[in-house]
């Protein structure tokens, strides 16, 4: 039986000797990473703000096609879904391509969904514009 936590591996003791100060280091950024707190605040009002919005496009959705409740709510329904989805893949992506590349294709995969959504003659072109490709945030 062992009678010290050291014949075991744990050390509960700090030795003041190890202790390192720590020294303030400039600004090695240049004010960069408030750039990216930003970017990553709008990024996630724009895209959460969308998905619940979806609720107000369904309206609207219903008014100009003209279509079922069930079959005009399969657009909202893709998009959330294809959203959650393709978290794997977007991983595949970070870790072959890089977070700036997938970022940057991401973006631009969702404008462009955004963008043909807008041009949308009926409810079955937007589930590749709106449900699927404005999805895949």
Not at 9 to 27: I, M, R, V
Not at 84 to 112: D, E, K, Q, S, Y
Request: proline share 3%.
């Amino acid at each position: 039986m062992y009678t010290s936590h050291e014949e075991i591996g744990y050390d509960f003791e700090d030795d003041p000797k190890d202790k390192k100060t720590l020294k303030p280091h400039p600004d090695i950024d240049g004010g960069w990473a408030w750039m990216m707190v930003l970017s990553s605040f709008f990024v996630h009002i724009l895209i959460m703000g969308s998905q619940m919005a979806l609720g107000v496009l369904n309206v609207e959705w219903l008014e100009e096609f003209h279509q079922s409740r069930g079959l005009t709510a399969w657009v909202s329904s893709l998009s959330m879904g294809i959203t959650l989805i393709v978290g794997p893949f977007i991983g595949l992506f970070i870790n072959t391509c890089g977070c700036r590349r997938t970022t940057i294709i991401g973006g631009l995969v969702n404008f462009l969904g955004w963008v043909l959504s807008a041009y949308a003659e009926n409810v079955y072109y937007l589930f590749i514009t709106f449900g699927v490709a404005a999805g895949k945030h």
